[in-house]
T-cell receptor, first 111, second 120 residues
């Protein structure tokens, strides 16, 4: 069974204080690992797809990296508008492209 | 691109009634759509996979007779919660799979804004 574990559950940062969110996963065969951002009361917003170990992707203050067992979402000099829940999900080679989600990390950036 | 809409955004209904939620892919054709449920402070749980022109595939523990899914076209899937009860109150979110072959966007799922269902 595919599993995704995210840590920490919640993270409070001062504006400008860089940090990383962790996503550990077990999957029979990885098709892709996805990062989403979810604001309260809204659907997840797509951020990144990572396909293989060693891959990195960047978007503004966010950088996602992937190893064979985990992924990190690095946030550099965060701003209050980066406050949200960040979700990690895996898609296995087997199946109909379903996503298995972690429980998310709730990020709060304090001005 | 890759915009998914849902309607309604919120609905309140009485116990025993049925509610239909629509999910549309606005700028691409989605042969596969997914329906998720999210309880407060929990992550998304997949309910079913909807394929255009065929029966939906339900996850274990999801009652197919209670949660009716229809995927009649490449841009529309509907979820009907039949004989709703208070325990069905939740945030329902759909997603659509971007078909492979679209440059740089293979296999991603794009999510709708969600529908908040409250059953009284």
């Amino acid at each position: 069974e595919d599993q995704v574990t995210q840590s920490p559950e919640a993270l409070r940062l001062q504006e400008g204080e860089s940090s990383s969110l962790n996503c550990s996963y077990t999957v029979s065969g990885l098709r892709g690992l996805f990062w989403y951002r979810q604001d309260p009361g809204k659907g997840p917003e797509f951020l990144f797809t990572l396909y293989s170990a060693g891959e990195e992707k960047e978007k503004e203050r966010l950088k996602a990296t992937l190893t064979k067992k985990e992924s990190f979402l690095h946030i550099t000099a965060p701003k209050p508008e980066d406050s949200a829940t960040y979700l990690c999900a895996v898609q296995a080679v087997a199946g109909s492209y379903q996503l298995t989600f972690g429980k998310g990390t709730k990020l709060s950036v304090i001005p | 691109g890759a915009v998914v809409s849902q309607h309604p955004s919120w609905v309140i209904c009485k116990s025993g009634t049925s509610v239909k939620i629509e999910c549309r892919s606005l700028d691409f054709q989605a042969t596969t759509m997914f329906w998720y449920r999210q309880f407060p402070k929990q992550s998304l749980m997949l309910m079913a996979t909807s394929n255009e022109g065929s029966k939906a595939t339900y996850e274990q523990g999801v009652e197919k007779d209670k949660f009716l899914i229809n995927h009649a076209s490449l841009t529309l899937s509907t979820l009907t919660v039949t004989s709703a009860h208070p325990e069905d109150s939740s945030f329902y979110i759909c997603s659509a799979r971007d078909p492979p072959g679209r440059e740089g966007m293979a296999y991603e799922q794009y999510f709708g804004p969600g529908t908040r269902l409250t059953v009284t």
